[in-house]
């Protein structure tokens, strides 16, 4: 089992967030697409998802709302720029169990991803 599905267009932000994750031991499959991020998901188990909203093909919303249509619980925090009320709203009714708004800070965003990593994992622990 995978730890972390990261769907991200952003490339630098996306290598970011990489180094960040892999020094604090998860693994992480990074997806620049919706479609992927999908495929992905259905390929494989993940432990978490951290998703953006706005990416090519299927947006992180509409992958969310599949994903909870088809059972999947997987803990999800939306990673974007969009910073409306109505987003961070929309992103809760769907499903999500975080929405962290951009620009963030890469040491808060492990802090969030370790409260919403399942209990048994060792970075919980770390």
Do not use: C
Not at 69 to 98: K, V, Y
Request: aromatic residues 12%.
């Amino acid at each position: 089992m995978r730890d972390i599905l990261f769907l991200e267009d952003d490339r630098l932000l996306a290598q970011s967030v990489l180094d960040v994750l892999k020094q604090a031991s998860y693994s992480v499959d990074w997806v620049e697409e919706g479609d992927d991020a999908a495929d992905a998901s259905y390929a494989n188990n993940y432990k978490l998802y951290l998703f953006d909203v706005n990416v090519p093909g299927l947006n992180g919303f509409e992958l969310l709302e599949q994903l909870r249509r088809s059972g999947d619980m997987t803990p999800t925090l939306f990673l974007t720029s969009r910073n409306q009320m109505e987003d961070l709203e929309h992103g809760f009714d769907i499903g999500a169990d975080d929405y962290i708004k951009k620009p963030f800070d890469l040491h808060e965003l492990l802090i969030r991803i370790k409260s919403k990593m399942p209990k048994t994992s060792p970075q919980y622990f770390s």
